[in-house]
């Protein structure tokens, strides 16, 4: 992973669940960083953080960008990294608006600004260069999976 980074060859793919059918008190997010290349990954998951009253779909979606980039400054921190690039995606497109954004400030009247300034800061304190995009989600469903591009694969 560290080499991808460097090399600007990293890909990132987050995404939030959350099923209120389920339970409606917690959700949960998974990611994966990628190579480019080689397609060597790591990956993880957790619980949405937050009160039951703030566990959301949305929510999970921006933890696991926060996640994503939580793994990125523990790699990049570890391998003493200094240059590089990865490419964020999610299927939230106002959460993976909103993660980009350059400013650290948020404003209170957006939902989840802890969440959103914790993003911000991450990339901020990152020594690469972090790009955000959006992933349409559930193309499998009209898909094959093996005819999607790789983005909508790891989603």
């Known amino acids: 992973m560290a080499s991808a980074i460097r090399l600007s060859r990293a ?3 987050c995404d939030g669940s959350y099923q209120p059918l389920l339970s409606d008190e917690i959700g949960a997010a998974s990611w994966v960083i990628e190579c480019t290349l080689t397609h060597a990954n790591c990956h993880g998951s957790c619980p ?15 933890e696991g960008i926060h996640t994503l980039l939580m793994a990125a400054k523990a790699i990049c921190s570890f391998h003493r990294i200094t240059h590089g690039g990865l490419r964020v995606g999610c299927d939230n497109e106002k959460a993976s608006e909103l993660s980009g954004e350059p400013w650290l400030r948020v404003p209170l009247v957006l939902k989840h ?3 959103i300034r914790a993003i911000r800061m991450l990339v901020a304190s990152l020594p690469i260069t972090v790009t ?12 094959a999976f093996r005819d999607l591009e790789r983005p909508a694969q790891l989603n």
Do not use: A, M, W
């Open 11 to 13: 890909l990132g793919v």
């Open 48 to 62: 949405t953080s937050g009160t039951v009253k703030e566990v959301n779909p949305y929510r999970s979606e921006l």
């Open 113 to 115: 600004t802890d969440l």
């Open 132 to 143: 955000f995009f959006h992933i349409y989600g559930h193309q499998d469903d009209k898909v």
